[in-house]
């Protein structure tokens, strides 16, 4: 039984990109297990690019700044830069918006910042108080 089996849950997709330093045992490792290897199109250099924005903005917000213990408090982390990530981080590409919720309202007149921390403070979410 491999290390993947051992690992209580099954892979069911590897998605790579075309590098010749993925050789085929590489390959056959995963198909051992019932995984299916897809590669990303030739010549598609953005086919893999909001993946990786995640994943570099994950790994330079959180994990880098994080000692993970084990994998229960690597979920747990992730899943709470996953909720920050999406409801609250401000996005370029969406005018400042979080991608699960919606513009909030010009602001005109001059009101105070609540700061709130997440994670210990690894993560500043900011609000105009009420």
Known sequence: MTDLEHAGTRIRFLIRDRDAKF???FDNVFTAVGADVIKIPVRAPRANAIAERFVGSA???LLDKMLILNGSHARR???EYEDHFNT???HRTLDQAAPLRALPPPV??????VR???LGGIL???AHDA
């Open 59 to 61: 790994r330079r917000e």
């Open 116 to 118: 709130h921390d997440r």
């Open 77 to 79: 982390a992730l899943s």
């Open 88 to 90: 609250h981080r401000p």
């Open 124 to 126: 500043h979410e900011y």
């Open 108 to 113: 005109h007149a001059r009101r105070d910042v």
């Open 23 to 25: 050789v085929p045992s």
